[in-house]
């Protein structure tokens, strides 16, 4: 038999797909592997000569092209049509600075957008899948991309297939292969060689594809293809991963579209005055075309794009992964946060608290009574090379309770003589699992599951309330129950649909209860949840009477509000629930399709939902929320895969840290919209109010140009990184749809933008009047300089400058500081004053520059003052 090698090597790509039609040994032999998986000395080896196993990309936008980019934009376009003019005119002064002001943009541009690209990739890193392989004998975690042909991989229900397998072991395997083949019901699987060369994909029963998904059960499969020479990668080619402007991008280019035609009528306007005034056509047509690039705010999809990015960044650090950046800016809007139980509001870590056999007659074991055999037989747990058990936190509470009274070598022992023939799997829909062992002639069916599903299934001889009873009174105090039934049976059920029937007409074997404590640091989170007008709300498979008592201990169930269960639930009609869904705190025993009712029914409400999930069948409810958020360690690949948002320590109060970072980059994205958007205005009202006054057009070509290029530049950016408000949390969550203009921030713009002009033009009438001879470099030191004072004031909605740190946002002072110093350059460097007609002030006019531009600052902290006062007013007058 020839090895994967030499076939890789010496056969065409066609010949390859015929992997179904080996038997398992033959494919183990054929890849040069055994069932103890590939050593990892071999694996590195294979991934030389097979590289990683992942589907190419699109080549990512180069440096190159990304700058070139710049070059692109509309209002380039314009700066170079503008130097064009001045060149014709014989100015080529202002052609070489209009240039270099277009370079610089483009420069800045390309910075901006170039680490903002690296963070999304960065993000893309950290969200690529890991998957669990056999190396060296041992089960291992690695990242999907390390997958080698020969290498032996574990599939458990929820995982997306790595790499392309033919499957040696499976436990009621089944696969839903719609991505590939496009056929929606999943296929059973099984092991054994079929078909021949045309078997068609989706017929090739003992294969597992990558891409496609388990969604029930689980095997085990050895790598045949991987990367781009599986199905998937064949057919689908290269992926292109389009960059899709976020909503908020959206509405900012919408804005900055309507601005633009204002600024364009204004600049027509201007021209036509101008002409009428008599001034030079030429020059006047330059200054218009200037103002139109100065005042179209261009770069603020660019900026939102690039504090998203970096707002993503900072998420990673406080252990929420974006995957979808546009659930950074959504995530301060969320008003109801609906989340699993187990792992994030608990610990996920279940110790034994109370077993409650019953007198079954039947032995399995010397030793060790039925209730401790099923406990320890009806177990996924693996013992690792270090002697811990691994496997679901609920089963490893059963060995471990065990472990305390029996050696390792018991259980273990009890495991080889009494082996897994069969299995019905663990599934959150059904809540039970069952597996079948030897016994004597026959077999034994051991099941465990929650106690209203195993009761349902007990012989008529059992007191079924009894029961139900016994597992509430464990529930009531916080515990998770699990009832053990078993069945004798002659023989082993020959296929999926006779498996139905061996949960049937059980016998009991008794009650464990588990506890599992909520993490210490969820009960102040819902406290912010609460105070921040968020609902937390708990969705849960878990027992009504467990996730009541888990939801007081947290304090989540508040007043008049509701636990409602998954069979309430069913019988509700919709038009009860929309009445009451506000008011329900605690929903429990749901399944995982009762989550996409709850969500849509909030959304219905006008509510923007940030809804968790770990399962399978929770991915509809995951992409149906506002922000589905999957769970780093306990999650499935798939609903991985559905979420906007994974939680790399699956804690409940991470959601909560990333919503009050969402809106602080919120907040902080309206704060340069409304930085630029106010700069914007004044310096449109200055240049077009000017000759309205009967004033000199104030400002020439190039001083519009620094000033867009100074204001749109640092102090803009900076402000992304202006702390949070200290409110952050204590004020509703904005609406999801609230204009980007709503909270007074369309005013501002207005009253200060008018006021930032009145002074630029107050100073020009004034300096004019005055005989000043050096009034426009007065002018232009004014708008700059008032621009400054003005980003320095909206640091802070609320806050009073005096009460803000300098250190609390550095950048912003580093930016204030260098365009000072920028704005001193261009007035005192002989040099910059033949470049920007400016003339050197004298200390005096620089001290009334100063004075007058800090009225603008001034102006903005009493506007916080009366909103301060008012706000007062309103609550003393409630
Ligand atoms: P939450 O939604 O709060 O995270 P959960 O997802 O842990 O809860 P499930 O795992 O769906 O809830 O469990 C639902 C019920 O199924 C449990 O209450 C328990 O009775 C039962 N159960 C959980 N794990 C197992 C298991 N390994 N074997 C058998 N039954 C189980």
Not at 153 to 167: C, K, M, N, Q, Y
Not at 657 to 675: H, S, T, V
Request: charged share 20%; aromatic share 6%.
């Amino acid at each position: 038999m020839e090895r994967i090698s030499e076939r890789v090597e010496t056969r065409p790509v066609a010949e390859y797909g015929n992997w179904h039609r080996l038997g398992i040994a033959e494919a183990i032999e054929g890849l040069g592997t055994s069932l103890r998986g590939l050593s990892t000395q071999e694996a590195e080896s294979r991934m030389k000569k097979f590289g990683p196993n992942a589907l190419r990309r699109k080549r990512k936008r180069s440096a190159l092209t990304l700058f070139a980019g710049q070059f692109r934009d509309f209002m380039v376009l314009i700066l170079i049509v503008a130097a064009a003019i001045s060149a014709v005119i014989g100015n080529l002064t202002d052609t070489i600075i209009i240039m270099a002001i277009a370079l610089l943009n483009a420069i800045l541009g390309f910075f901006h957008e170039y680490k903002a690209d690296r963070a999304v990739e960065e993000l893309r890193k950290l969200a690529e899948p890991w998957t669990n392989v056999i190396r060296d004998g041992q089960i291992r975690e690695i990242a999907s991309t390390g997958l080698v042909p020969g290498d032996l991989v574990l599939l458990e229900t929820g995982t997306i297939v790595p790499a392309d397998l033919r499957l040696c072991e499976i436990h009621s395997l089944r696969i839903g292969e719609a991505s590939l083949t496009g056929e929606s019901a999943p296929v059973d699987k099984v092991t054994k060689p079929i078909g021949n060369a045309h078997t068609a994909i989706g017929d090739r029963l003992n294969m597992a594809y990558k891409g496609t998904v388990v969604v029930f059960g689980r095997g085990r499969g050895i790598a045949v293809r991987t990367g781009m020479n599986t199905e998937i990668g064949r057919i689908s080619g290269l992926l292109q991963e389009k960059a899709v402007p976020t909503p908020l991008q959206r509405r900012m280019a919408e804005v900055g579209k309507r601005l633009a035609y204002v600024v364009v009528i204004v600049c027509v306007l201007l021209f036509g005055i101008g002409i009428m005034r008599g001034e030079e056509p030429v020059r006047v047509l330059l200054v218009a075309l200037s103002l139109a690039v100065a005042a179209i705010p261009e770069a603020l999809p660019a900026v939102t794009a690039i504090s998203m990015a970096i707002g993503a960044r900072r998420l990673v650090r406080k252990n929420a992964l974006i995957r979808r950046l546009p659930a950074v800016e959504t995530l301060g809007a969320v008003s109801f946060i609906c989340t699993d139980k187990t792992g994030t509001l608990t610990q996920n870590k279940m110790t034994v608290e109370s077993i409650s056999p019953y007198a079954a007659p039947l032995s399995l074991h010397s030793a060790l009574d039925p209730l401790e055999c099923a406990m320890l037989l009806n177990n996924d747990t693996r013992l690792s090379s270090e002697g811990t058990w691994k496997g679901d936190p609920t089963e490893i509470a059963l060995v471990e309770h065990i472990g305390k009274r029996y050696s390792t070598d018991i259980i273990l022992q009890l495991r080889t003589s009494l082996p897994r023939l069969a299995e019905i799997p663990f599934d959150a829909e059904r809540k039970c699992m069952t597996t079948i062992h030897p016994l004597g002639a026959g077999y034994v069916a051991l099941s465990k599951g929650a106690s209203e599903v195993i009761a349902a299934k007990l012989a008529k001889e059992y007191d079924r309330n009894e029961i139900l009873g016994q597992a509430g009174d464990m529930a009531a105090g916080g515990c998770r129950v699990l009832a053990f039934a078993y069945r004798l049976l002659q023989q082993l059920p020959e296929d999926a649909a006779a498996f139905g029937d061996v949960e049937e007409d059980l016998k009991y074997i008794g009650l464990v209860g588990l506890i599992d404590p909520p993490r210490p640091e969820v009960k102040k989170a819902i406290h912010d949840c609460t105070t921040a007008g968020i609902h937390p709300v708990m969705i849960t498979g878990d027992h009504v009477k467990t996730a009541t008592a888990i939801a007081r201990q947290l304090d989540m169930l508040p007043g008049d509000n509701k636990v409602v269960t998954g069979e309430q639930l069913a019988a509700m009609p919709q038009a009860d629930l929309g009445q009451m869904v506000e008011k329900i705190s605690v929903y429990a025993r749901v399944s995982p399709e009762q989550k996409l009712r709850i969500v849509r029914t909030l959304q219905g409400k006008g509510h923007f939902v940030a809804m968790t999930g770990d399962g399978v069948n929770d991915a509809p409810s995951l992409k149906a929320a506002n922000i589905g958020i999957a769970m780093g360690r306990a999650g499935t690949d798939v609903s991985r895969e559905a979420a906007d948002m994974i939680l790399m320590d699956d804690n409940f109060a991470t959601i909560v840290n990333a919503i009050k970072e969402g809106r602080r980059i919120y907040d902080n994205i309206r704060k340069f919209f409304k930085y630029i958007m106010t700069c914007n205005s004044a310096e449109i009202l200055t240049v077009f109010m000017a000759p309205l006054l009967g004033l000199p057009i104030p400002l020439l070509p190039v001083q519009l140009l620094w000033i867009n290029l100074v204001t749109d530049g640092l102090p803009a950016l900076a402000l992304a990184s202006e702390r949070a408000e200290p409110d952050i949390m204590t004020r509703p969550p904005r609406q999801a749809a609230e204009s980007l203009f709503s909270a007074g921030l369309g005013w501002h713009i207005a009253r200060i933008g008018l006021l930032m002009a009145a002074v630029t033009l107050g100073t020009q009438a004034f300096a004019t009047g005055a005989g000043f001879p050096r009034t426009q470099t007065m002018v232009f030191t004014v708008l700059s300089l008032s621009q400054l004072g003005h980003v320095l004031a909206i640091r802070s909605d609320h806050e009073f400058i005096f009460r803000q740190r300098i250190s609390s946002n550095l950048p912003l002072y580093g930016a204030l500081f260098l365009t000072f110093l920028l704005q001193m350059a261009v007035i005192y460097i002989p040099f910059c004053n033949a470049l920007f007609r400016t003339q050197p002030l004298s200390l005096a006019e620089l001290l009334t520059c100063l004075a007058l531009s800090s009225i603008v600052f001034h102006a903005v902290e009493v506007e916080k003052w009366v909103h301060k006062k008012r706000s007062g007013f309103k609550t003393n007058v409630l």
